[in-house]
């Protein structure tokens, strides 16, 4: 539950969440999705104070029965047109302030022969494949992980009868895997898939996207709350209300409930990461061309000096040698 939300220093609304179920984690919201009709929230200003502030009541009522091993916040950061993917992300521990500074990258490279990665994938019908328009199918912008999770699912649906909760993909049917039988089908088939090799038989079925965003994250963390601003929480009714309505909440039973996240950039950039023709077809016709026209001028030159050493060795040594030769015949003559 939320206890506070800022964006920008100023208050959240609900319309800027966008609910959904996540299986390992349960209820999960999305701020700033482009899935909703509001408009999307930028920052024009780095800094700690300015991107999302929230605080969070994490704890489990008692009367609750969980199978959670921790408790916590489970974060997802990704570009806002992306469905977070099963797995990734990152942890957030109660009775602590952590602050998640972002630093935006983007990725583009060269499309084939270059790479293997394929231009213009923005349409359902930018490429062939049963999977691929799957990911289209769900609402999804596309990427290759998402490529490979229709794959998945496919296959879970083949061996079980049933679609694996929890997938971005959107099932064909209605048929979740929701039996302890289906449920244990399904993962025992999972790690089957991912214990192989299958990304590399299905790579021509699931083509590379040529550009991508991702956020490189460093994360620091502070005790929270502190005493003096804790002893100003229990006095709030939303706290107490979280609490059964007690006057006697501890410092420490603060801690174990409540987290405070901070999510920012510290500098205004961007990072790009470009592929580019290391020299152009005209370029390496110029080269080739004048690389030739270098080792035709240097043999056309050795021919020449090696004529030319030729003659004068002819004209200017042997001739010479040959006279010199003749002299002691004429002597012996003379005598």
């Not at 999305?30 to 009709?37: E, L, T």
């Not at 489990?60 to 990704?78: F, K």
């Not at 603060?254 to 205004?268: A, D, G, H, M």
């Amino acid at each position: 539950m939320f206890i506070s939300c800022l964006y920008n220093l100023r208050p959240c609304n609900q319309s800027q969440w966008t609910w959904f179920y996540n299986s390992e984690f349960g209820n999960c919201f999305r701020f700033n999705s482009d899935q909703n009709s509001q408009e999307i929230q930028k920052t024009y200003q780095a800094g700690k104070y300015n991107g999302l502030m929230i605080e969070l009541y994490v704890g489990i009522p008692e009367e609750q029965n969980t199978l959670s091993q921790t408790t916590g916040a489970h974060v997802y950061i990704d570009d806002n047109s992306l469905k977070p993917i099963l797995g990734q992300g990152v942890d957030i521990a109660p009775g602590f302030g952590t602050n998640l500074v972002l630093q935006r990258i983007k990725r583009k490279q060269m499309p084939k022969p270059y790479s293997s990665c394929i231009e213009h994938l923005d349409t359902v019908d930018s490429f062939d494949s049963e999977y691929y328009r799957k990911v289209f199918k769900s609402n999804l912008t596309y990427r290759q992980e998402d490529c490979f999770l229709a794959f998945i699912q496919s296959e879970i649906y083949k061996k079980c009868k049933c679609n694996q909760v929890g997938s971005n993909i959107i099932p064909e049917n209605n048929n979740l895997c929701d039996s302890f039988e289906e449920q244990n089908c399904a993962l025992v088939e999972l790690q089957r898939l991912t214990q192989s090799n299958y990304k590399k038989s299905i790579e021509l079925l699931c083509p590379l996207e040529c550009e991508s965003i991702t956020y490189r994250i460093t994360k620091s963390i502070n005790r929270y709350p502190s005493v003096s601003y804790g002893n100003d929480l229990v006095k709030l009714k939303q706290i107490k209300a979280l609490f059964g309505n007690r006057t006697n909440i501890s410092i420490d039973e603060l801690r174990e409930n409540i987290l405070s996240l901070n999510i920012y950039y510290e500098y205004l950039k961007q990072t790009e990461i470009t592929e580019n023709r290391s020299i152009s077809w005209d370029g390496l016709v110029g080269s080739i061309g004048g690389t030739l026209g270098l080792f035709l001028g240097i043999s056309f030159l050795s021919f020449f000096f090696l004529n030319l050493v030729n003659f004068m060795c002819y004209n200017y040594m042997i001739c010479p040698l040959l006279e010199l030769s003749s002299f002691p015949h004429q002597d012996r003559m003379l005598d």
